[in-house]
């Protein structure tokens, strides 16, 4: 058997929960009635969603269940877990019981397996397109900052080990990642190398100096100042050319490529700059915009990138989960085109 994550790694505002604060209403008016008309069936719940996926949350939702629910010792869960990947309609978790017990849950639950689904899925694709590249998760600034914990959870389970912040580090055991963002620079009057140069005499050496080398649109000449600056200590520099701006390397006469933004010409242009002074060493991170479809263009034509740090395509899509009562009383059930879906790959929770 799989472990799963301790109900208690979870905290619900449980007293709201219950209340329907973040219930959609007819969800509560439901669980009025039935208790009212003193109307208590047996039911069984099933979840399924329409797109190829990999699944998460689901851990979350069983505690969700566990915690928040009326009576959950007479709930009886099966689920598959997360970082499953799932196929459209495939059944990935089945709730029995009185519906007037879990009813009110039905919103907070797809929500959750919606999120943190999307995210493990994003996340899977755009490692997949990386061919075992480092791809860093860097979309903290996209949404709300009480979302980080989960999301960071979601971005492990599909498959990222290096994040901006630490709470999304949290459930991996790491911490943030990151070191120059441009208004450090602008603190130096616009001079990459000072800000570099104060980054390494005051941060943790344990921490990898890498340099932001876009600041004057300029990454060739930036790349090659920082590393005559710091030698051996330069790990590496970091390419962010804004999508509406064209680096001062990259000339393009023909109009045979794009030049805007973080193009792989740009890329080629500071790696051979760099070999060419014997910074060989020096490792490039590239990032502004980029997902799956932009790293496996990078990747078909072997652009010598080897950090790809990803932000708002993380949260990207519309991934959904849909919950059908489809037994009542051991019986058959359901709205026309739905019907019970057993998966032999559901286990028991405890």
């Not at 059930?333 to 057993?342: H, W």
Request: net charge negative; glycine share 8%.
């Amino acid at each position: 058997m799989r472990t799963r994550l301790p109900i208690d790694n979870f905290h619900f505002p449980v007293e709201k929960i219950k209340m329907g604060y973040y219930t959609d209403a007819y969800f509560m008016r439901t669980a009025e009635i039935l208790n009212q008309d003193n109307n208590h069936p047996q039911v069984l719940m099933q979840i399924f969603t329409r797109e190829p996926m990999i699944v998460c949350g689901i851990d979350e939702v069983i505690a969700l269940l566990k915690t928040c629910s009326h009576n959950p010792e007479k709930i009886k869960i099966r689920a598959l877990h997360d970082g499953d990947k799932i196929e459209p309609w495939e059944t990935l978790m089945t709730i029995e019981g009185d519906l007037a017990d879990f009813a009110h849950l039905e919103t907070i639950y797809l929500g959750i397996l919606a999120r943190q689904s999307r995210i493990a899925t994003n996340v899977r694709n755009a490692i997949e397109a990386a061919n075992g590249k480092n791809v860093l998760f860097f979309p903290a600034r996209y949404d709300l900052w009480q979302t980080q914990e989960s999301d960071g959870y979601a971005a492990l389970i599909g498959g990222l080990k290096g994040f901006s912040t630490d709470a999304n580090a949290q459930a991996s055991g790491g911490k943030g990642l990151g070191t120059i963002p441009h208004a450090l620079i602008c603190t130096y009057n616009g001079d990459t190398v000072a800000a570099t140069c104060a980054f390494d005499k005051y941060i943790d050496p344990n921490i990898a100096r890498i340099a932001l080398v876009d600041f004057d649109n300029d990454c060739v000449n930036t790349s090659l100042a920082v590393a005559r600056k710091l030698g051996k200590k330069l790990a590496g520099v970091r390419l962010d050319t804004s999508a509406n701006m064209v680096d001062k390397s990259v000339q393009n006469p023909n109009g045979m490529f794009s030049p805007t933004g973080v193009c792989k010409e740009l890329v080629w242009n500071v790696r051979k700059a760099l070999d060419k002074e014997g910074f060989d060493y020096v490792k490039i991170i590239v990032s502004s915009g980029f997902n799956p479809e932009r790293i496996r263009a990078f990747e078909a034509e072997h652009v010598p990138v080897d950090t790809y740090a990803v932000g708002s395509f993380f949260f990207d899509g519309n991934i959904n989960f849909t919950a059908d009562v489809v037994m009542v009383d051991g019986n058959p059930c359901a709205k026309v085109g739905r019907k019970y879906m057993p998966n032999p790959r559901l286990e028991d929770v405890d």
